[in-house]
């Protein structure tokens, strides 16, 4: 299957489940409460974390060299299966004892438990998943994530609508997690002609574990800047502040399908002209860059100037201080966008230590903010945290992606005053527009006027938006 096939059904399946995601956490945030949603959230967090331990890049490592050598594929995959049971087993273990040693209520312990058990689960089917990704076919996985997340959605609801114990809204993510399992063995079967079970190959777990220590790195540092804020919100200043916190991160993280889109794209030729051609790998990088500040901006600027009414619109009265972190996670949305083209850079260039002590250095940051700024401005101090964490990730992989292409700094000064300049003009008209319309209207302004004011100080041509369509729209 073609990159830009691949590309556009990850996009739509990306789409389609970040939308049903967000329904399933809007309703569950409106029905249940900000406390109980700080519970909820800080037990799929705190879990999150340790999770990561589950998989220590094996199944990124098992992709690459199945990529390679299909003759492998049952080999190599039972070889994971089989070592992820045993840090399953260990990684539970782990959660069991952090969860009680924190002293946390029991209600909190079982979520944790329960969170644990389903991204343990998900852990499984990813692996699985990960034998088409590796013979670049993503529409299984596609089509299984939408339906799973429908399972979710739907179990979810009746939770809420019949007024059932929370425990049943781990039972949910567990529902999903199963049918993911189910479904993507059956798809090795048929397709593959191998049922996976676990083996516990030495050998191949050792092949496979020596190329995944650079993922597993990289994948401990991002799970742990990701998931510490709200973890340290519940435990410094208790469940309502990691509810509250809860929802602006859910609402800028629903953004991120686009630039993984245009990454998916974008880094197989990053790592084709890296060897063929250092012009065009600038220039492939520039146009990253340029695209997502594009997007970013006006998305930033626009939730800035709405926030209040999504806030109260879609989570009433109680989610008011949620208004404020949403304000400067916004923000944040643009430097994050960055992060995706200039990590890919670093990665498709051989650069991947360089990338992954960046990311090592964005934990420390980010840890240490947040302990800082949560103890004395509790949710606000997270949103500051974060907003800056993402700014150090950018400017960090900035300053080794200019050593491996030399860009122009002041051309991307350029694309900054432009994309801003249009940004500020989208938001006085969406701001005075405010008080008349809907937020969901207001965003379809914004969206309509930002390239007409981008187009008018020459910040777009023809040629970007067929480029764009290419990558967004190409059948």
């Not at 029905?31 to 037990?43: T, V």
């Not at 990529?67 to 045993?86: C, L, M, Y």
């Not at 790195?217 to 973890?231: M, N, P, Q, W």
Request: charged share 15%.
């Amino acid at each position: 299957m073609s990159i830009a096939k691949n590309t556009t059904i990850l996009t739509i399946a990306s789409i389609c489940q970040r939308l049903l995601a967000f329904v399933y956490f809007t309703i569950i945030a409106r029905e249940i409460g900000a406390e109980n949603l700080g519970k909820y959230s800080f037990a799929l967090s705190f879990a999150m974390i340790f999770t990561i331990f589950v998989d220590l890049g094996l199944t990124s490592a098992m992709v690459r060299e199945v990529a390679k050598t299909k003759e492998k594929i049952k080999e190599f995959t039972n070889a994971v299966f089989g070592a992820k049971v045993i840090f399953s087993i260990l990684t539970f273990g782990l959660v069991f004892v952090a969860i009680n040693i924190l002293n946390y209520p029991e209600m909190t312990r079982n979520f944790v438990y329960l969170a644990a058990i389903s991204l343990i689960l998900d852990s499984f089917h990813l692996t699985f998943y990960g034998v088409f990704r590796g013979g670049r076919n993503l529409k299984y996985e596609s089509i299984g994530l939408v339906l799973g997340q429908l399972i979710v959605l739907g179990f979810g609801m009746a939770v809420v609508f019949f007024n059932l114990s929370l425990y049943l809204l781990f039972a949910a993510l567990i529902s999903g997690s199963i049918f993911n399992i189910i479904f993507s063995a059956i798809l090795l079967k048929l397709k593959e002609n191998f049922l996976p079970h676990p083996v516990f190959d030495k050998d191949s777990f050792i092949y496979l574990f020596k190329i995944a220590i650079s993922f597993a790195l990289a994948g401990i540092f991002v799970k742990i800047y990701s998931y510490i804020d709200t973890v340290l919100l519940s435990y410094l200043k208790g469940d309502l502040a990691a509810g509250l916190y809860s929802i602006p991160i859910k609402l800028t993280l629903a953004f991120q399908f686009i630039p993984m889109a245009l990454v998916a794209s974008l880094y197989p030729t990053m790592s084709y002209y890296y060897s063929s051609s250092k012009e065009r790998l600038e220039g492939v990088f520039l146009k990253g860059v340029r695209y997502l500040a594009f997007i970013a901006t006006p998305l930033a600027f626009g939730l800035y100037v709405i926030s209040d009414k999504i806030i109260l619109t879609l989570y009433g009265s109680e989610y008011i201080p949620s208004i404020l972190p949403l304000k400067i996670l916004s923000f944040g949305l643009i430097f994050a966008f960055l992060s995706f083209p200039i990590g890919s850079l670093l990665n498709a260039c051989d650069r991947q230590k360089t990338q992954t002590k960046i990311l090592g250095a964005t934990m420390v940051i980010n840890v240490i903010l947040n302990s800082f700024l949560i103890y004395f401005y509790g949710v606000v101090g997270a949103s500051i945290a974060a907003f800056i964490s993402y700014l150090f990730l950018v400017l960090a992989g900035m300053v080794q992606a200019r050593k491996v292409v030399k860009y122009s700094i002041s051309y991307l000064g350029k694309i900054g005053v432009q994309t801003i300049f249009a940004s500020v003009l989208m938001a006085v008209v969406v701001y005075f527009l405010k008080p008349y319309v809907n937020f969901v209207v207001l965003g379809i302004v914004g969206i309509l006027v930002y390239p007409i004011f981008l187009y008018l100080i020459g910040g777009v041509e023809k040629d970007d938006i067929k480029y764009l369509q290419k990558i967004f729209l190409k059948k």
